[in-house]
């Protein structure tokens, strides 16, 4: 068999995305997916630009030394100047296990800034973590919420890193709380919040999601449930928010209660809409693909029903152009909610 090449699938998407990359590049953005492999030709390989770096990862098996050199090669050509990491996800868990020499490693764990639509933001190719600091499928997220954002309170759930709650303060809103329960997360959001000149102060809150929003919603969150002692957690007064962003994992489980976006998705999406003032937005995202874009509607829907609440509008928010999706229904789904 000829073996194949992966310069064709480089050059074919790369040439794709130039009306994107010159609007975004007007634009003050230097970070995008060059090349999506799950609808461009090789599910399970990625290659992401952030400022400087190149980011290449893979999720379903290793690359060879030949196919990371030709990638390398190629975008040494297209976009020459960028650090190429490489960080192979395949094995259990997305954990990155492949080793990098020493020099390459350096550079890789080196914190290096990067701009999204005159936004700065901290990226590095490796870090204690597995995820890269910022997701660039959330760029439309983002740029909804700077949309929406100017005089709002708004409270960003699952905040990770910060980068919806940066860009809200960016665009002028009165009032941003970011709660995650991940210092580390919340650390490199303060950095992020740092290396932007923003008119307002940002609160971070590290807690769990559940325990906070319970206690914003006036809703009691016991210290003891059933004879047990709870975890500790920040105590917060009762406050509702005029936009409330929601953006949870596909899976977690703590005391206060679990994350379960394809099977549960109302557990959070009823606590958050007690966190959102009336005539007020709430954004949900979901990111798994099983579950379509109808299905989900529909749960929203019924969820809001059951909590006494009216969606007035729905609008959904599609990820960017350098996130093409073979039949219009990508996997990251994200739903603006007037409420």
């Known amino acids: ?8 699938l480089l050059q074919a998407a790369f040439t794709a995305r130039q009306p994107l990359l010159e609007r975004l590049q007007t634009e003050d953005t230097n970070a995008y997916r060059l090349f999506n ?3 461009e030709g090789h599910p399970g390989l990625t290659v992401d630009r952030y400022g400087d770096l190149l980011l290449i990862q893979t999720f379903h098996e290793a690359l060879d030394g030949h196919d ?6 190629y975008y040494a050509t297209a976009l020459p100047g960028l650090i190429a990491v490489y960080n192979d996800r395949s094995r259990a868990n997305s954990r990155i ?5 020493a020099d390459v490693l350096a550079e ?5 800034d990067f701009h999204e639509m005159g936004i700065r933001y901290l990226v590095q190719g490796r870090h204690s973590g597995q995820d890269p600091w910022l997701f660039l499928d959330m760029r439309a997220g983002r740029r909804r919420v700077m949309q929406e954002a100017a005089g709002k309170s ?25 709660v995650d329960f991940s210092e580390s997360s ?8 740092r290396l932007n000149d923003l008119p307002i102060r940002l609160r971070f809150v590290q807690s769990d999601a559940f325990a906070a929003m319970r206690q914003l919603a006036g809703i009691v969150q016991p210290a003891m449930v059933r004879g047990k002692k709870m975890p500790s957690f920040p105590k917060l007064e009762p406050r509702a928010f005029d936009l409330v962003f929601l953006d949870p994992p596909r899976y977690a489980k703590s005391a206060f209660g679990v994350v379960d976006i394809v099977n549960d998705y109302a557990a959070l999406m009823k606590l958050a809409l007690l966190c959102t003032l009336e005539g007020g937005t709430l954004i949900c995202c979901n990111n798994a693909a099983q579950v379509s874009r109808e299905t ?17 509008e729905l609008e959904w928010i599609t990820p960017e152009e350098d996130f093409p999706s073979h039949d219009g229904q990508p996997p990251l789904k994200i739903a603006l909610l007037r409420v």
């Open 1 to 8: 068999m000829p073996e194949t090449t992966l310069t064709p």
């Open 37 to 39: 492999g799950s609808t």
């Open 68 to 73: 990371r050199a030709e990638i390398e090669n």
């Open 97 to 101: 296990c492949n080793p990098l020499p």
């Open 108 to 112: 890789a764990m080196k914190p290096r």
């Open 154 to 178: 708004v409270l960003n759930l699952f905040a990770y890193t910060c980068g919806v709650g940066v860009a809200a303060a960016q665009a002028g809103a009165a009032h941003v709380v970011n």
């Open 186 to 193: 919340l650390k490199v959001g303060k950095d992020n919040a």
């Open 296 to 312: 989900w509607a529909d749960q929203l829907e019924r969820c809001a029903k059951k909590a006494g609440r009216t969606i007035r």
